[in-house]
């Protein structure tokens, strides 16, 4: 039964790579944050994230989800706060000075609760977590037990996608010191950023035009 358990749960890792690491609105706004403004400067964002992320995958978990997106105009406000809060950062991004130039303000870096923001109301994440919490079994175990396994299996896949996109785009920030070379990566950074929010909205509407 351990054995089987072990497989399950690796199972459930090996399908939630690709789901969450794939570029969507909160790993690419965590690599173009680290990117435009610093890994230090980026890591209250990170945080944020993680956190928002995390409480979605509580509410697919408990069942919060259903009661919400079954409230009148629920999903069609939580993905218009996605995406006004993502036009706001795509500005930040595409505005930032390029690292070497000058300083980045404080006030121009996003912070925890724009991360937390972001995560809550990202479409991606809600379809993400849905998919893995009912295609997922881990034998053996009640399903109290098993939700909890699966939510700390999931949590810990939410620290390390984004951290290593948050990396990534620290790494990429090495080598983007020249004036121009640097504006344009910002600049290309907000268009994936508004594209990819876009797509994940395009498909929650989708999905709620055609039920």
């Known amino acids: 039964m351990q054995t089987t358990a ?106 925890w609760k724009g991360g937390y923001l972001l995560a809550v109301a990202n479409p991606k994440a809600f379809t993400v977590f849905g998919a893995l919490f009912a295609g997922a079994h881990i034998a053996g175990f009640a399903p109290v037990p098993e939700a909890g396994i699966k939510i700390a299996l999931l949590t810990g896949m939410i620290f390390a996608v984004n951290l290593i996109w948050l990396l990534a785009g620290a790494a990429l920030a090495r080598f983007l010191r020249h004036p121009r070379l640097g504006r344009a990566i910002n600049i290309g950074f907000a268009l994936l950023l508004l594209l990819s929010v876009g797509s994940a909205v395009w498909d929650m509407v989708w999905a709620a035009v055609t039920k």
């Open 6 to 111: 072990i497989g399950d749960g690796l199972a459930l890792l090996a399908a939630a790579l690709p789901l969450m690491g794939s570029p969507g609105p909160a790993v690419l706004s965590c690599a173009a944050t680290a990117s435009a403004f610093g890994i230090r400067a980026a890591l209250p964002y990170y945080f944020g994230i993680v956190a928002g992320t995390a409480t979605v995958l509580l509410m697919i978990a408990t069942g919060v989800t259903g009661l919400v997106l079954a409230l009148p105009l629920a999903a069609p406000v939580l993905a218009g706060l996605g995406l006004c809060y993502m036009l706001y950062l795509a500005y930040r991004i595409a505005t930032a000075p390029v690292l070497g130039e000058k300083p980045a303000q404080d006030a121009q870096r996003p912070g």
